[in-house]
């Protein structure tokens, strides 16, 4: 994927969840156990953006959650110079912002 598309991703995801939709952003992955099964339901959504968005719990902005402010870029999973979240089965550039339930130290 290049810089250009990866730009053209997160312009379609801003949108939808401007436009709406709707995202699963509680119950958070606080145990393994929970980040198994959200990752288990991510999987089985294949490459359904919407429906990756809804099961990750995205949002345009961070979120606090057990005193911890969650955001993408102070996530394990991102990708600082490419602005991406590497967890495979979400896969998808994001902005440092940007919040999901899966985030991890």
Sequence with gaps: MTAGSDQELRSQ?????NSGLATDVFP???THEDVQEFVNELRAAGNDLKSKLR????TLYPVDHGGIEQLCETCMYYKVHRRYCELPELNVPVE????CRLWRI
Excluded: M, Q
Aim: hydrophobic letters at 55%; charged letters at 20%.
């Design 13 to 17: 995801i801003v949108t939808l969840l």
């Design 28 to 30: 958070r992955a606080d």
């Design 55 to 58: 099961l990750a719990g995205f």
């Design 96 to 99: 440092p912002d940007w919040s």
